[in-house]
């Protein structure tokens, strides 16, 4: 059996990665290949945590911008992050794998209420827990409730899988000659002002020492080498 190098992990999945090529929406085979990958770490006795963002249908302050109040608008983003939730347990689920939906808003019918201590417990008995509805709060990304569930998880780390293969100087879409990092300090990544995430996030991931690795969905495999401990995307960390 292969060496697993984290034991406990929360995995941030962009909604526009779960969006595939189509950019919107929900793409099945995206979805199928994630979690079958996510299958595979849970059979390696890895622990998973998962908190999905919700741009492959809705962005509060991008879509509702100048139209209507932050506020509604970011709680209309924490909806989208529930119709991902619930997309990727259902196929967790029809692969075999245990799962548990837990939302930052009560949605009783067909989710749990986060309840940290439960969430720990489920992820002792080998369940996948998905987090939605983001801190529950408007004004804070789903990569600020990432770093924030990963903390009140003890995850080993957080792992970011997005549409880019890491972190670069400046966007690589837009520049071909931009310079891709191995690894960052959370302070470069402050003071440089880096697309890794929001500064509330990665201060937050900063004051509590996790690291976090940004890597490609691309190759779902991706996932499992980070688990191994090969070096996939940009580390970044402290003193790196």
Known sequence: MSSIKYKRILLKLSGEALAGSKKTGLD???INSVCATVKECVELGVQVGIV???GNFWRGVKDGGGHMDRTRADHMGMLATTINSLAVADVLEQLGVPVRVQTAIEMRAFAEPYVRNRAIRHLEKGRVVIFGCGT???FFSTDTAAVLRAAEMDAEVIMKATNVDGVYDSDP???SNAV???ELSYDEVLARHLNVMDTTATSLSMDNDIPIIVFSLKDSENIKR???GEKIGTVVRKDA
């Open 52 to 54: 999905v963002g919700g």
């Open 173 to 175: 879409q837009k520049n």
């Open 136 to 138: 529950g709060n408007p």
């Open 226 to 228: 980070v688990v191994l």
């Open 180 to 182: 891709k990092f191995d």
């Open 28 to 30: 099945f085979s995206v």
